[in-house]
């Protein structure tokens, strides 16, 4: 069973606009954290944002922000007001306590930003 | 902070030989590092963890002996594709830790491509 899910393929959206990239989890793994990456073009893997398990509020950094629903397993990436600079590749990423400290990645998001 | 250098950024070479890429931590100490490998437009496949002093975890289904991994010292993990043939022709990226913590982010290398003709 995938223990990360990205639903979403691709996604277009305007400048400045805000955008959801959607991320379930699976896990029965009480401690966890849960990792979002940018990958642009050029294949380097640019660290975002980071939600642990156990933390009450949602995680924020500047444009990014998460959006952790632990009941439902999810843990969506909200992109505030958009740059062409944003147009990449998004990839959900889970690292289980109990599972050493590899990080497993879902399918990945792009995300396609439009003037 | 938290540099991770990955050397060579592209290889091409020909079917039947080997071929190493070096991944290495610039300012910080690395006890593991993990290897990755990605087709276009496709997820990052863990392939191996590497640990410094001792033989390399592999993930189910990678060949050991096609992949050697080897991690001589705090800084540097190799990955060495034996008897490359086509179907190996992917992009191979490698990552570490600051710290074993489950918070600490992984930082990655800019990748190798790889080509075997």
């Known amino acids: 069973a995938q223990k990360i899910t990205q639903t979403q393929p691709g996604m277009f959206v305007q400048e400045k606009e805000a955008v959801t990239l959607d991320c379930t989890y699976d896990?029965?793994?009480?401690?966890?954290?849960l990792f979002w990456y940018k990958q642009p073009s050029s294949g380097e893997m640019i660290f975002l944002i980071y939600?642990?398990?156990?933390?009450?509020q949602n995680a924020t950094e500047g444009r990014y922000s998460l959006n952790f629903q632990k009941a439902r397993k999810s843990a969506n990436l909200v992109i505030s007001a958009s740059q062409l600079g944003d147009s990449a590749m998004y990839f959900c990423?889970?690292?289980?306590?109990?599972?050493?400290?590899?990080?497993?990645f879902g399918k990945g998001t792009t995300l396609s930003v439009s003037s | 902070g938290a540099v991770v250098s990955q050397h060579p950024s592209w290889v091409i070479c020909k079917s039947g030989t080997s071929v190493k890429i070096e991944c290495r931590s610039l300012?910080?100490?690395?006890?593991?590092m993990f290897w990755y490998r990605q087709f276009p437009k496709q997820s990052l496949m863990l392939m191996a963890t590497?640990?410094?002093?001792?033989?390399?975890?592999?993930e189910q289904g990678v060949e050991k002996d096609k992949f050697l991994i080897n991690h001589a010292s705090l800084t540097l993990s190799t990955l060495t594709v034996t008897s490359a043939h086509p179907e190996d022709s992917s992009f191979y990226i490698c990552?570490?830790?600051?710290?074993?913590?489950?918070?600490?982010?992984?930082?990655f290398g800019n990748g190798t491509r790889l080509t075997v003709t």
């Open positions: 590497s640990n410094e002093g001792s033989k390399a975890t592999y």
């Open positions: 896990t029965s793994d009480p401690s966890y954290g």
């Open positions: 990423a889970m690292r289980e306590a109990q599972a050493g400290t590899a990080l497993i």
């Open positions: 939600q642990g398990s156990y933390d009450q």
């Open positions: 990552s570490a830790s600051i710290r074993d913590l489950l918070n600490s982010p992984l930082h």
């Open positions: 300012d910080f100490q690395a006890t593991t």
